[in-house]
């Protein structure tokens, strides 16, 4: 009889492919699905933005911080347009949600045992050269906007 942590998931094989021989999932495969997701999600919010008349450059940076809702996170010269796009729009705060919990994987992978700080919040900057998603430590509300 196998044991829980061998049993293979059918929705973990759909997300990241076939565990290793130990049951282990490979980081490099969770890494494709979060760069993958990030794609994604970069085409989806640039679609819904070009129709709003919104483009890049300037660089739009989206944060999602502990406790507090998904959020332009730079100054931007249309950035009450993107806070109204980004209001209620529940397939972007989905996409955004899912691909952080991506990369909450990896970075939890990488630095297994380190106490990561309450105050880390989620950045996915969207950039004419591409999108790129990163944490970094700061309160919600401050350097916003």
Not at 34 to 61: C, H, V, W, Y
Not at 116 to 122: L, Q
């Amino acid at each position: 009889m196998s044991s829980q942590s061998t049993v293979v998931n059918p929705g973990i094989t759909r997300l990241f492919g076939a565990p290793g021989d130990d049951g282990s999932i490979s980081l490099v495969a969770i890494r494709e699905r979060a760069n993958k997701q990030l794609g994604r999600f970069a085409d989806l919010a640039q679609e819904q933005l070009a129709t709003l008349g919104i483009s890049m450059p300037p660089a739009i940076s989206l944060v999602s911080c502990p406790g507090c809702s998904l959020t332009l996170g730079n100054k931007h010269p249309q950035a009450e347009e993107i806070l109204a796009w980004l209001d209620g729009n529940s397939n972007v705060s989905s996409l955004f949600k899912e691909v952080e919990v991506l990369f909450e994987l990896v970075r939890a992978a990488e630095v297994a045992g380190d106490t990561v700080p309450d105050t880390s919040c989620f950045h996915i900057g969207l950039t004419s050269a591409g999108p790129i998603a990163f944490f970094e430590e700061h309160l919600c509300g401050q350097d916003q906007q």
